[in-house]
Structure formats: C-alpha cells, structure tokens
C-alpha cells in the first residue's frame, strides 16, 4: 500500500470528507482517524449553491452542475489515496431548496455514499465539537458563519449547549438584500436583537468559524503585518475586530491591504460576513474574536473518537505526533520531560499547569530538526513550530515554543532570533524560553539524544547552585562544555554551577 512509507503514523487508512456547503463544495482527506487529525489533501471548488435560495426557492442549475463535477473527481481521488471512510454532508443550501432532495439523490449516487444531510441544530453541535477539538479548555460562543446560515451555540471546555441556526449566511445576505448594505444590515438587527444564546459570549471569547471570517482574518493580519502566517487562534481584541469590520463595510474590497490573499469570488461576500460580525459584536459584548480553522469537517471526525482519546491535549498529541516523525529518539524526548519537570520543580520559579504543558511540548519537539544541517538546525526548527498545524494553543504560546528550539541550537543571545516572533511572547515566556533553552543545551550535550540517559542524571537547584548530578558510570563526561553550559544556565537563574558525581 502507498501509505505504509516511513514518516507517516500508525493511525490505519486515510478518511476524507466532503462538505457540500452553500458556496463551496471541498474535499480534505486526512492521514487518519486521531487526536490531531493531519489533512494529507485538501480541494475546493466554489458553486455558489445558496446564492438564490431565498428568493427563488432553488439552487442554481449550473451551481448544481459545478458540484456534481466536482464530486465525480472527489470520489476518483479518494479511490486513488486508498481511503478507508469516506463521510458527506450538506447544510443549508440543500436542507433549504425545493430541488434540494432531487440534488442531494444524485450526490448520493455520484459518491456512492450515503449524504448527512445537517439540520441546523446538528450542525451547529458539530461546529462546537470542531472548537472543542481544536481549543485547550474553550469558553464562550461559537458562531459558524456560512453561505446560507449562521449558527450559533456555547462552549464550556467538552461541554457545549444547545445550538440555533438562522438565515444569516452571507450568500442569503447578498441574495436578500440585492447587495443593498442598509437592507442586510436592518434584517442583521432583528434576528440578532435579544438572542439568549449571546449572553455566553459576555466578557468571553467568540470563536468564528467559516470562511468569510477567515478572510477578514487574512486581511487584518496584513494590516497589521502580523509576523505568523497561522489563522487558528489567532485573536482580535474584540473593538479591534468591530473597528476592522466597519471599514471593511465602508472602503471597496479591492483598496484593502493584502486583498490578493482572497479569491475573486469571495470578496464581494466580505462586506456580509463583516455587517454579521460587527452586529454580533454590538449584541454579544464578547472581550476578543478567536479565529478557528477547524469547524464541522473536524467535529464530525472528534465525534467518532473514543472517550479516552477525546481527553488527550491537542497540544502534546500533536507534539508527540511530530517526535515520532522526525526525532533521533523519540523516547529521549519521553525521558526530557520528568527531567526538565523535576528541574522546575527545584527552582523558585512559578510553574503553572499551562508552563507544564507547554514545557512537555517543547520536550517532545526539542530534536525535530536534527536532520537540517548543524547551522541551520535552529532556524529550520524554528519554521517548522511557529507554522506547524497545531492546536490547542495560541500564538504566544507557538513563540514560546519556537524560542526554546532557537535558544537550544542557536545559543541564548543568538542576534538572528526573530524579533517579530519575540512581539507574539511575553517577558514572562521569553525568560522562561532562555531558561528552558538553556537546560536543553545542557541535556543534550550529557545525552547525545540517545534514551536511557537523562534518568540516570539530575538537574536540581539548592542552595545557591545549579547542580548536575552524574552516577559514576557517566563521570567522564563531565567536561568543560558541558560546565560552561550549567555556567550559562546558572547566570539565568542567579546560580553557581556544579557538578557531583554519585558513586552509588
């Protein structure tokens, strides 16, 4: 079989979904069924399904026609990739129509699968369950922003409540208003107005799902000329995005700085998600807008997952994915973390429970450039953590992590660490960084990344010094490189090194 290569995980045949939605049809095949879910083939195509549904009762012939074709090269594509599972939904485009049976009968027979056609309700359950998957612990409100509906349903941790779905898609917007901005804007208001659902939202985070939103996203990044190209988690405090989104409504699309980023067909859509994003701001009060790249696509797939599985951090299950993938020996980076643990734990320094997550991470990525050549391991480190297709963290926190591997293999003043990328960090986690950096340098230089090492070994602070501790067995290699490194961690720390050796 194809996918049996080295470099891929041991998670069994590849699964893919199509969302047949009311502007796009896509396909994303994903490696497998796991906690972090890796698409491995991702493909859309644009047929405008709930352009005129409000106001003729029908999806357009030739959109019809654009996603049967689309759907006949899907289907042959997931035959060639060898998928195991293959899952197709509608939404409301097709739930919507008159020729909505008529057309979700002949998708069947093209995909020769059976077609998940969402209610409103549902969907918006699995749009929760997409955040729930891709977020550590969300709270707030979820709003799916569609072609033809806008649902909205809140999120406590794995919890989430009941959901609701109203016409407030950005191709109903455009189809009922006849591209009249005051008449879409009005109609906005008064579904909107006193919604109960919005209240979870106060002083909370909304998480936007859907495409519109993440070009609106797209668009405020390069206004700002933000320093990561990585839309999930990426936060706008909330006037900001309310702000953003009146001079989106205001200017043409095509003055607005990096307008290239979005397809031709979806800008004359931005202004509707913006009206629908600034209204819900107004209403909702929330404190911050968080975008989420994954949605219902991710939520039917956190749906099938076992409940022990569901538990699993994002984070570390992403990390530990990418150990497995490209490090020397990925129990090395296993056996890093109680060490690094036991060292914190010495240390007066503050140590939350996100600091232990975020640490454990960092273990798990510390030796996943080791094949780039020995100067540009750093930065090819660096590249590979702060765009990675992680969840379950933000973007401070993708700093944090990338600032470990740089300190590690570039030294703890290297000039050529991104500064833009030390704007995404606090002085809290830059510090941490250097100092987590620090104690790399020194582990690997005792362990030479080979397993079974570092248990023998402690790192632990007392008593004014920063102190190594070597069974006798590993004496010699108690050498000046490894002395001058404790020495750089100690300054970091305000302590005097040392070295012991146990002859127990």
């Given at each position: 079989m194809p996918f049996n290569a080295k470099g891929r995980l041991d998670v069994g045949l590849p699964i893919a979904i199509i969302d047949i939605g009311s502007n796009s049809v896509r396909l994303v095949i994903y490696e497998g069924l796991s906690r972090t879910p890796t698409p491995i083939f991702n493909e859309k195509v644009l047929c405008g399904l709930g352009r005129a549904i409000l106001t003729t009762g029908l999806m357009p012939v030739d959109g019809m026609e654009r996603a049967y074709k689309a759907l006949k090269r899907f289907r042959v594509l997931c035959d060639i990739m060898s998928v195991s599972d293959l899952f197709v939904f509608a939404t409301a485009a097709a739930r919507d129509a008159k020729n909505g049976a008529e057309f979700v009968s002949k998708c069947r027979e093209i995909t020769k699968t059976d077609i998940l056609l969402l209610s409103g309700k549902r969907e918006a359950e699995l749009s929760a369950m997409g955040v729930i998957s891709g977020f550590w612990k969300p709270q707030g409100l979820v709003g799916d922003l569609g072609g033809g509906s806008l649902e909205l349903i809140d999120v406590k941790g794995t919890e989430f409540g009941k959901g609701i779905t109203l016409p407030l898609g950005v191709l109903s917007l455009l189809d009922l208003s006849g591209g009249n901005i005051k008449k879409a804007q009005k109609h906005i208001k008064e579904l909107l107005s006193d919604l109960p659902q919005l209240k979870a939202a106060r002083g909370q985070s909304f998480y936007a799902v859907g495409g519109t939103w993440r070009s609106l996203a797209k668009l405020h990044m390069g206004q700002r000329g933000?320093?990561?190209?990585?839309?999930?988690?990426?936060?706008?405090?909330?006037?900001?995005?309310?702000?953003?989104?009146?001079?989106?409504?205001?200017?043409?699309?095509?003055?607005?700085?990096?307008?290239?980023?979005?397809?031709?067909?979806?800008?004359?859509?931005?202004?509707?998600?913006?009206?629908?994003?600034?209204?819900?701001?107004?209403?909702?009060?929330?404190?911050?807008?968080?975008?989420?790249?994954?949605?219902?696509?991710?939520?039917?797939?956190?749906?099938?997952?076992?409940?022990?599985?569901?538990?699993?951090?994002?984070?570390v299950a992403a990390a530990s994915d990418l150990n497995k993938l490209r490090s020397r020996a990925p129990r090395h980076a296993e056996q890093l973390v109680p060490w690094m643990d036991q060292f914190f734990a010495s240390t007066s320094i503050e140590d939350t429970s996100e600091d232990r997550r975020l640490r454990q991470a960092a273990c798990l990525l510390s030796d996943i450039g080791w094949r780039a050549h020995p100067d540009y391991r750093g930065e090819q480190s660096v590249n590979i953590i702060a765009n990675a297709g992680f969840s379950g963290i933000d973007h401070a926190g993708r700093a944090y992590l990338a600032l470990t591997a740089a300190y590690r293999h570039m030294g703890l003043s290297y000039d050529a660490i991104s500064p833009r990328l030390k704007e995404l960090a606090s002085s809290r986690l830059i510090d941490r960084a250097r100092i987590f950096g620090a104690a790399l340098r020194v582990a690997y230089l005792i362990s030479a990344a080979m397993p079974d090492v570092l248990p023998k070994t402690s790192l632990i602070c007392g008593q004014g010094k920063v102190e190594l501790r070597l069974p006798l067995e590993l004496a010699a290699l108690a050498g000046d490189r490894v002395f001058n490194r404790l020495k750089e961690l100690g300054r970091l720390i305000g302590r005097s090194p040392l070295i012991s050796i146990s002859k127990s």
């Open positions: 933000y320093p990561l190209n990585v839309m999930h988690n990426y936060v706008i405090p909330a006037q900001d995005a309310s702000d953003f989104a009146s001079l989106v409504e205001r200017v043409e699309a095509e003055t607005l700085d990096s307008i290239e980023s979005v397809s031709f067909a979806r800008r004359p859509l931005l202004v509707y998600g913006a009206l629908v994003l600034e209204e819900l701001i107004r209403s909702a009060k929330p404190a911050r807008i968080v975008i989420s790249a994954l949605g219902v696509r991710e939520g039917i797939l956190f749906d099938r997952l076992e409940k022990d599985v569901k538990k699993q951090d994002p984070l």
